[in-house]
């Protein structure tokens, strides 16, 4: 017997099934919230399309002659030795002991800790003549850091202690750099006092760099507030730099710096002042007309490091920085000056002592890098 025949379904004709088609409203926008979006975006593609590098921080336009190849912070007298300690590369721990002897600007002993993440800094350093200068720096975004200082120097021979407070935020952008800077703020005099620096650098081509520095100062006691401007332009060519500052108030700068080959870098200085001559505030102090050159060379060896220069007013000065075994370093450095009839000399022995635990550390571990 044969099966019955499937029977076809019927359509159901009532109204809830046929399709209801929906229309959609656009949503409402503003024309004139449009128009400042679609010209940011536009302004922010056009720079993009430019190429523009990082230019650095106003006051490091002229690293490259001032830390670079100059011996800025880097000579001394007498003789020194130092015993440095690292206990960690990540996160960052390192102590030191300095002693030093026939120098009148280095105390006979000093005490260094350092301690450092990706994120954080924390450095204290303390003298035999209890001086005592400490430093935490914390990197709040990848683009913004908050920098602080203390320094404290106790009374001596007569002479009035001192403190100074300084706070900083430093922001990196892709192709500029802001700085707003505070020295000794405070309220506490009815008003505020203290000295405030900001400073704005902008890529304005792949070369050329163009900034802005301002200074407010307010001491106290009731005198009134003094104000300063300066301009900044850097320049990169293929194988040198150069940058020039300019005070308002009479005074101007200029660096060269030029690489000669892969070991040698020189690098020339000129600065000059007019201030005072104009009715300049007492922030650059009476009136004066002066001008320094100073020239300067380096050079890198493969164990060593050779620096020399000499300036418009008779001085000349060297430094000469060799390994000569991975934990031990030895520096020389000399001065004189013709016009005063003085020289300087100083001989310096730093020895590394790192244990072999550090040594297997740095190759599993990569190292850290504090906010400097």
Same mark, same amino acid.
């Given at each position: 017997?044969?099966?019955?025949?499937?029977?076809?379904?019927?359509?159901?004709?009532?109204?809830?099934?046929?399709?209801?088609?929906?229309?959609v409203?656009e949503?409402?926008?503003?024309? @004139?919230i449009?128009?400042?979006?679609?010209?940011?975006q536009?302004?922010?593609?056009?720079?993009?399309?430019?190429?523009?590098?990082?230019p650095?921080?106003? =006051?490091?336009i002229? !690293?490259?002659?001032?830390?670079?190849?100059?011996?800025?912070?880097?000579?001394?007298s007498?003789l020194?030795?130092?015993?440095?300690?690292? @206990?960690? /590369?990540?996160p960052?721990?390192? /102590?030191?002991?300095?002693?030093s002897?026939?120098?009148?600007?280095?105390?006979?002993?000093?005490f260094?800790?350092?301690?450092g993440t990706?994120?954080?800094?924390?450095?204290?350093?303390?003298?035999?003549?209890?001086?005592?200068s400490?430093?935490?720096?914390?990197?709040?975004? =990848? #683009?913004?850091?908050f920098?602080?200082?203390?320094?404290?120097?106790?009374?001596?021979?007569?002479?009035?202690?001192?403190?100074?407070?300084?706070l900083?935020?430093?922001?990196?952008?892709?192709?500029?750099?802001?700085?707003?800077?505070?020295?000794?703020?405070?309220?506490?005099?009815?008003?505020?006092?203290?000295?405030? /620096?900001?400073?704005?650098?902008?890529?304005?081509?792949?070369?050329l760099?163009?900034?802005?520095?301002?200074v407010?100062?307010?001491?106290?006691g009731?005198?009134?507030?003094?104000a300063?401007?300066?301009?900044?332009?850097r320049?990169?060519?293929?194988?040198?730099?150069?940058?020039?500052?300019?005070?308002?108030?009479?005074?101007?700068q200029?660096?060269?710096?030029?690489r000669?080959?892969d070991k040698?870098?020189?690098?020339v200085?000129?600065?000059?002042?007019?201030a005072?001559?104009?009715g300049?505030?007492?922030?650059?102090?009476g009136?004066r007309?002066?001008?320094?050159?100073?020239l300067?060379? +380096?050079?890198?060896?493969s #164990?060593s490091?050779?620096?020399?220069?000499? =300036?418009?007013q008779g001085?000349?000065?060297?430094?000469?920085?060799k390994?000569?075994?991975?934990?031990?370093r030895v520096?020389?450095?000399?001065?004189?000056?013709?016009?005063?009839?003085?020289? +300087?000399?100083?001989?310096a022995v730093?020895?590394?002592?790192?244990?072999?635990?550090?040594?297997?550390?740095?190759? !599993?571990v990569?190292?850290?890098?504090p906010?400097?």
């Amino acid at each position: 017997m044969a099966a019955p025949p499937l029977e076809k379904p019927a359509m159901d004709t009532s109204p809830l099934a046929t399709p209801v088609s929906v229309t959609v409203p656009e949503p409402q926008t503003n024309s @004139f919230i449009d128009t400042i979006f679609d010209t940011y975006q536009s302004f922010h593609d056009r720079r993009a399309a430019l190429g523009l590098a990082y230019p650095g921080p106003v =006051d490091e336009i002229a !690293k490259e002659v001032q830390r670079g190849v100059f011996l800025t912070n880097q000579t001394f007298s007498g003789l020194r030795a130092e015993l440095n300690k690292s @206990f960690s /590369i990540y996160p960052l721990f390192q /102590i030191s002991h300095a002693f030093s002897t026939g120098s009148q600007m280095l105390s006979p002993y000093t005490f260094l800790a350092l301690y450092g993440t990706n994120n954080l800094l924390c450095q204290a350093q303390l003298d035999s003549d209890s001086s005592l200068s400490a430093r935490f720096n914390s990197r709040l975004t =990848d #683009r913004l850091i908050f920098k602080s200082s203390v320094q404290m120097q106790p009374s001596s021979m007569g002479q009035p202690g001192a403190t100074q407070v300084s706070l900083e935020q430093d922001y990196t952008g892709a192709d500029f750099s802001a700085q707003l800077k505070s020295i000794n703020p405070s309220v506490l005099e009815g008003g505020l006092t203290g000295m405030f /620096i900001g400073s704005y650098m902008q890529s304005i081509t792949p070369r050329l760099a163009l900034g802005l520095e301002g200074v407010w100062q307010k001491p106290g006691g009731g005198m009134g507030p003094e104000a300063a401007l300066s301009y900044a332009a850097r320049y990169k060519g293929d194988d040198w730099i150069g940058s020039l500052q300019l005070l308002t108030q009479g005074g101007l700068q200029g660096t060269y710096w030029r690489r000669l080959t892969d070991k040698v870098e020189t690098g020339v200085d000129v600065n000059l002042q007019f201030a005072g001559l104009s009715g300049a505030n007492a922030m650059l102090g009476g009136a004066r007309k002066e001008g320094v050159a100073t020239l300067g060379a +380096k050079y890198e060896f493969s #164990r060593s490091i050779f620096r020399a220069q000499v =300036d418009s007013q008779g001085k000349i000065g060297c430094l000469l920085d060799k390994m000569v075994a991975p934990p031990v370093r030895v520096t020389f450095a000399g001065e004189m000056d013709h016009s005063k009839n003085s020289a +300087k000399i100083g001989l310096a022995v730093s020895i590394e002592a790192s244990g072999e635990d550090l040594m297997e550390q740095q190759d !599993k571990v990569l190292p850290a890098s504090p906010p400097f």
